[in-house]
């Protein structure tokens, strides 16, 4: 149908649609299955909810949200912990058309505030230490208006959940939302660089679980382990069982592997979402105790590179049939790419380790991909002389339908990201990379990382990968000392867990002559040693570069 102007309808698209289809297709399969305490002897107990249910409290929700106010276009924060009541609420306030803004609590408190007023939202449905926050630093919430509680309510005011609940269910009318619809607002973590918010729409949410779903076959009859809790949310969609892991999500490099292997096997998970931390934690627990998982059929790793070590040493306790995928993508651009782990081990690792970069695999089905030339300003206009041949390193640009188009409220973020290309838009991932002759990404770490010296320029991940090889090398990271044009390359070493440390003079010269042994390192001539390197909260794997820049700074 079009209108009077003879225009195409918009397109109606809201995410909670998937819910409601899996409500009605398998009503009583678990949708989300959450451990509640354990008993005398340590054995865990669940609570769930199936699929209808979880449409059923998602609808009452969305009556008593409505009934508030909350509603189309109302920005909402959402701070409460992966819980039955977490996917409630977030298909409830996609229901009435809300916008809920989450951020992670992990990237510290100054910055969470931060993000929360730059939000300017409405409204604020959270656990009890959510109000105290905003009860003890009111600025930040100037904006909000309505208040929820999750749990109980201390001195504070607003409505219970409990209160907001309708008790007499009825299908609730969900909004017509369209595919460009403003869906929600997800703060990056800020890992590397200021955190923004980004505008999901109904349209990328559901490009995405189309292509999720397509890329990695994924079927309704699947179990989920998220260990990331923003990917669980693809769960319901995918019609996916989500169990809610016993781990603190902030903190996945510390994860007790008994407590993830123990829902495993109880929960019979046939695909998990882990960043290489957790990949790390777990794989050399499982290791040392001969432990198979043998209904895995698939983990998927992202967040930061994964190492082939890594891979190869959590490959051990799954079946032939099973494989680790190494997906590539951003919180603005998700997936690009993925890569599966028999060809990671049986063939490009021994690329990786000569310091090719990261193979991250060929893009996925709609996604095109592009490296263009290297530059720190704005691009205004796509044109074609902005790429770059196969084999050389540029910045990985990407366009499609799960691409995000822009960030809350920052202009200037948005004209360094997004590039004009006629009626849509490239986005410039901020990362450094090349495409082989198979037409798969190599990652070769962060643009803002790489080391500009004198007579060239050395990139972080292929440079790394170097001191990497060295068995005593926990991991690495390559910083510059100096103004950009005229660095000083320093490399800082983080040994494996358990290393004394004794005789780094030995170990410095033996790294400074691998260094000396490839074109790619042979620069370097300083290497300090740090006890633990700074990483990011989310995924505890990226590293905090700028800091190690200033600390290695003091120590020259």
């Given at each position: 149908m079009?209108t009077?102007?003879?225009?195409?309808?918009p397109?109606?698209?809201?995410?909670a649609?998937?819910?409601?289809?899996?409500?009605?297709t398998?009503?009583?399969?678990?949708?989300?299955?959450?451990p509640?305490?354990?008993?005398r002897?340590?054995?865990?107990?669940?609570?769930?909810l199936?699929?209808?249910?979880?449409?059923i409290?998602?609808?009452c929700?969305?009556?008593?949200?409505?009934?508030?106010?909350?509603?189309?276009?109302?920005?909402?924060?959402?701070?409460?912990?992966?819980?039955?009541?977490?996917?409630?609420?977030?298909f409830?306030?996609?229901?009435v058309?809300?916008?809920?803004?989450?951020?992670?609590?992990?990237?510290?408190?100054?910055r969470?505030l931060?993000?929360?007023?730059?939000?300017q939202?409405r409204?604020?449905?959270?656990?009890?230490?959510?109000?105290?926050?905003?009860?003890?630093?009111?600025?930040?919430?100037?904006s909000?208006?309505?208040f929820?509680?999750?749990g109980?309510r201390?001195?504070?005011?607003?409505?219970?959940?409990s209160?907001?609940?309708?008790?007499y269910?009825?299908?609730?009318?969900?909004?017509d939302?369209?595919?460009?619809?403003?869906?929600?607002?997800l703060?990056?973590?800020?890992?590397?660089?200021?955190?923004?918010?980004?505008?999901?729409?109904h349209?990328?949410?559901?490009?995405?679980?189309r292509?999720?779903?397509?890329?990695?076959?994924i079927?309704?009859?699947?179990i989920?382990l998220?260990?990331f809790?923003?990917?669980?949310?693809?769960d319901?969609?995918?019609?996916?069982?989500?169990?809610?892991?016993?781990?603190?999500?902030?903190?996945?490099?510390?994860?007790?592997?008994?407590?993830?292997i123990?829902?495993?096997?109880?929960?019979?998970v046939?695909?998990?979402?882990?960043?290489?931390a957790?990949?790390?934690?777990?794989g050399?627990?499982?290791?040392?105790?001969?432990?198979?998982?043998?209904?895995?059929?698939?983990?998927i790793?992202a967040?930061a590179p994964a190492a082939?070590?890594?891979?190869?040493?959590?490959?051990?306790?799954?079946t032939?049939?099973?494989q680790?995928h190494?997906?590539?993508?951003?919180?603005?651009?998700?997936?690009?790419?993925?890569?599966?782990s028999?060809?990671?081990?049986?063939?490009?690792?021994?690329?990786?380790?000569?310091?090719?970069?990261?193979?991250?695999?060929?893009?996925?089905?709609?996604?095109?991909?592009?490296?263009?030339r290297?530059?720190?300003?704005?691009?205004?206009?796509?044109?074609?002389?902005l790429?770059l041949?196969?084999?050389?390193i540029?910045?990985i640009?990407?366009?499609?339908?799960?691409?995000t188009?822009g960030?809350?409220?920052?202009?200037?973020?948005?004209?360094l990201?997004?590039?004009?290309?006629?009626?849509?838009?490239?986005?410039?991932m901020?990362?450094?990379?090349w495409?082989?002759?198979?037409?798969?990404?190599w990652?070769?770490?962060?643009?803002?990382?790489?080391?500009?010296c004198?007579?060239?320029t050395?990139?972080t991940?292929?440079c790394?990968?170097?001191?990497?090889?060295?068995?005593?090398?926990?991991?690495?990271?390559?910083?510059?000392v100096?103004?950009?044009?005229?660095?000083h390359?320093?490399?800082c070493?983080e040994?494996?867990?358990?290393?004394?440390?004794?005789?780094?003079?030995?170990?410095?010269?033996?790294?400074l002559?691998?260094?000396?042994?490839s074109?790619?390192?042979e620069?370097v001539?300083?290497?300090?040693f740090?006890?633990?390197?700074p990483v990011?909260?989310?995924?505890?794997s990226?590293?905090?570069?700028?800091?190690?820049a200033?600390?290695?700074?003091?120590?020259m």
């Amino acid at each position: 149908m079009e209108t009077a102007h003879n225009a195409p309808a918009p397109t109606i698209v809201n995410v909670a649609t998937y819910l409601r289809t899996m409500a009605r297709t398998q009503p009583y399969k678990r949708a989300v299955v959450c451990p509640c305490g354990r008993d005398r002897e340590g054995r865990v107990a669940y609570t769930h909810l199936t699929f209808r249910q979880l449409d059923i409290e998602s609808d009452c929700l969305a009556h008593g949200l409505d009934g508030l106010g909350v509603g189309r276009g109302v920005r909402t924060i959402l701070m409460v912990k992966p819980s039955l009541d977490f996917f409630a609420l977030v298909f409830a306030l996609f229901k009435v058309g809300a916008v809920p803004v989450v951020v992670d609590p992990g990237m510290g408190v100054s910055r969470m505030l931060n993000c929360l007023k730059e939000s300017q939202a409405r409204a604020l449905i959270g656990i009890p230490p959510a109000h105290v926050l905003r009860t003890l630093a009111p600025r930040y919430f100037n904006s909000v208006k309505t208040f929820i509680t999750v749990g109980t309510r201390w001195f504070w005011g607003g409505r219970t959940l409990s209160q907001v609940r309708s008790r007499y269910w009825e299908p609730y009318p969900m909004a017509d939302t369209r595919a460009d619809e403003i869906a929600a607002i997800l703060f990056t973590t800020g890992s590397t660089g200021p955190a923004k918010g980004v505008f999901y729409t109904h349209g990328v949410f559901d490009a995405q679980v189309r292509s999720i779903r397509a890329h990695f076959g994924i079927t309704p009859d699947e179990i989920d382990l998220p260990t990331f809790p923003l990917f669980a949310l693809f769960d319901p969609a995918l019609g996916m069982t989500a169990v809610i892991p016993d781990m603190d999500p902030t903190k996945p490099a510390h994860v007790n592997p008994e407590r993830i292997i123990e829902a495993i096997f109880n929960q019979g998970v046939t695909n998990m979402f882990a960043s290489p931390a957790l990949l790390n934690r777990v794989g050399r627990y499982g290791k040392e105790k001969g432990i198979k998982l043998s209904t895995l059929k698939r983990v998927i790793s992202a967040g930061a590179p994964a190492a082939p070590a890594n891979i190869e040493q959590f490959v051990a306790m799954l079946t032939e049939d099973a494989q680790i995928h190494t997906g590539y993508g951003a919180t603005e651009a998700m997936p690009v790419s993925s890569f599966g782990s028999d060809e990671i081990l049986g063939e490009t690792r021994k690329l990786s380790e000569k310091g090719y970069g990261m193979c991250v695999g060929q893009p996925v089905a709609g996604i095109d991909v592009r490296i263009i030339r290297i530059s720190d300003g704005p691009i205004t206009q796509w044109t074609d002389d902005l790429v770059l041949p196969d084999g050389e390193i540029g910045e990985i640009s990407v366009r499609g339908d799960q691409v995000t188009r822009g960030y809350f409220k920052r202009p200037r973020d948005d004209a360094l990201a997004k590039i004009v290309d006629g009626a849509t838009f490239w986005h410039r991932m901020g990362d450094l990379g090349w495409v082989d002759k198979k037409g798969r990404i190599w990652f070769c770490g962060r643009k803002s990382h790489r080391v500009v010296c004198p007579q060239k320029t050395i990139f972080t991940i292929p440079c790394e990968a170097i001191f990497n090889n060295h068995p005593r090398v926990f991991r690495s990271a390559l910083v510059g000392v100096g103004h950009q044009g005229r660095q000083h390359p320093v490399v800082c070493i983080e040994l494996e867990p358990g290393d004394s440390g004794k005789d780094k003079k030995d170990l410095k010269k033996e790294l400074l002559a691998l260094a000396k042994a490839s074109p790619i390192s042979e620069d370097v001539e300083t290497i300090l040693f740090h006890r633990a390197f700074p990483v990011d909260i989310r995924h505890n794997s990226k590293i905090f570069r700028e800091q190690l820049a200033v600390w290695a700074a003091k120590k020259m």
